[in-house]
């Protein structure tokens, strides 16, 4: 069993930037991928990042260049760095991690705007 639990979240003003963090129950080196999801008011959830034990990182077309996801094996923790703000990044931001089944974090609210 395994629980994601995520911290970060706020209100900042367009061009700031935010940190989220998704702290794992267990080792996150096993667990394969580990992502961030995002879902805005009346939208689908969407990717946003995600990143591979091996390496393999990809990203939204509407964060790359912005955002960044990285992991520390070491902490057992994913971050969601997140640089240049836009009000479209408003959303509740989802840790997500595949352990032979999925597991979901409970979200984390960010909001953008003046």
């Known amino acids: 069993q395994v629980q994601l639990v995520e911290s970060g979240g706020g209100l900042v003003q367009p061009g700031g930037s935010l940190r989220l963090s998704c702290a794992a129950s267990?080792?996150?080196?096993?667990?394969?991928?580990m992502a961030w999801y995002r879902q805005a008011p009346g939208e689908q959830r969407e990717l946003v990042a995600s990143?591979?034990?091996?390496?393999?990182?990809r990203y939204a077309d509407s964060v790359k260049g912005r955002f960044t996801i990285s992991r520390d094996n070491a902490k057992n923790t994913v971050y969601l760095q997140m640089n240049s703000l836009k009000p479209e990044d408003t959303a509740v931001y989802y840790c997500?991690?595949?352990?032979?089944?999925?597991?979901w974090g409970q979200g984390t609210q960010v909001t953008v705007s003046s």
């Open positions: 997500y991690g595949v352990l032979g089944r999925t597991y």
């Open positions: 267990g080792t996150i080196a096993a667990i394969n991928p």
């Open positions: 990143a591979k034990s091996g390496g393999s990182i």
